[in-house]
C-alpha cells in the first residue's frame, strides 16, 4: 500500500504526465525493478487504493445480518465504509476523492478505476449469491406493508435456485424444477444486481469527487449513494424473472 500512497502522493500534486515510476519507486523507497515486480505500468500503482474501498464495501455487505433485505444490507454497508473516518483517516478522504477526480480527465486512470469498479461487481454478484443459496436475503418480517418487492423477488430466485439443485445433491450445474430456471440463469440475474448496484455507488462517489468534496452542508458520498440505491426498492424484478 505504501507504493499507492507514494503514487498518489505524486499524481495529485504533479500530474500523471510528469511522474514516472522511477519517481514513485523512490518516493516509496524502492527500487524502480521492484517496482515492476509489482505493476506493469504506472498508473496500476494507484489500484489498491481503489480496491480497498470497494472491497470495504463489499465485505460490509457480506456481514450484513441475516433477516437484512438486499436494499438495506446494501445502504447500511454505504452508510458504514463510506463516510469521512470509516475504514480510513479523514484527511486520507481529500486524497480519495482527488484520485477520483483525476480518472475524469486522465483515461489511463478511468481505465484503471474501470477495472476495480469491474472487479467489485463480481465480488458483489459472489455476495448476493451467497445471500441467495441460504436464504438470508430474505427479510424475516412477514407484514405485507413491511415487505418490499425486491424481497419478495429474492425468495423467488431462492426458490428457482433451489429447484435448480444449487442448495442440495444436483450441482451447480443442474437444471429443472418447477420454474425451469437452472442456475446459470439465476446466477446472470444475481450478476446484473451487483452490476446495478455498483454502478449506483460509483456515480455516486464520482459525482462527490466532481466537486471539492469539503462543501458544508453538500451531500458525501455516503448519501450520494444512499439516495442513488434506493431506486433498488422498486427495481423491477418481475421483468426479469418472467420466463
Known amino acids: 500500500m505504501e507504493i499507492a500512497r507514494a503514487a498518489a502522493g505524486l499524481f495529485v500534486r504533479q500530474g500523471l504526465k510528469a511522474t514516472r515510476a522511477e519517481d514513485i519507486a523512490q518516493a516509496a523507497g524502492i527500487a524502480p525493478r521492484t517496482f515492476y515486480r509489482y505493476f506493469a505500468a504506472k498508473e496500476e500503482a494507484v489500484a489498491p487504493l481503489y480496491e480497498a474501498g470497494a472491497r470495504r464495501w463489499v465485505e460490509a455487505v457480506r ?105 442440495g445433491a444436483g450441482g451447480a450445474g443442474s437444471t429443472g424444477g418447477a420454474d425451469g430456471v437452472d442456475s446459470a440463469v439465476v446466477d446472470a440475474r444475481l450478476r446484473f444486481a451487483a452490476a446495478v448496484a455498483v454502478a449506483a455507488v460509483r456515480a455516486a462517489v464520482e459525482g462527490w469527487a466532481a466537486g471539492d468534496g469539503t462543501g458544508e452542508g453538500l451531500p458525501g458520498p455516503a448519501e450520494l449513494a444512499v439516495a442513488n440505491l434506493a431506486t433498488l426498492r422498486d427495481f423491477p424484478w418481475d421483468a426479469l424473472t418472467e420466463p
Open 63 to 167: 456481514a450484513a445480518p441475516p433477516g437484512a433485505s438486499v436494499p438495506q444490507a446494501l445502504e447500511d454497508a454505504v452508510r458504514s465504509t463510506l463516510r469521512p473516518g470509516a475504514g480510513a483517516p479523514s484527511d486520507s478522504w481529500a486524497g480519495v476523492c482527488a484520485l477520483i477526480r483525476l480518472t475524469h480527465s486522465t483515461p489511463s486512470l478511468r481505465r484503471v478505476w474501470a477495472e476495480v469498479c469491474q472487479t467489485s461487481e463480481r465480488a458483489l454478484g459472489e455476495v448476493l449469491a451467497a445471500r441467495a443459496r441460504t436464504g438470508t436475503a430474505i427479510a424475516t418480517a412477514t407484514g405485507a406493508a413491511i415487505g418490499t418487492a425486491i424481497d419478495n423477488d429474492a425468495e423467488r430466485i431462492v426458490r428457482a435456485a433451489r429447484a435448480a439443485g444449487m442448495d
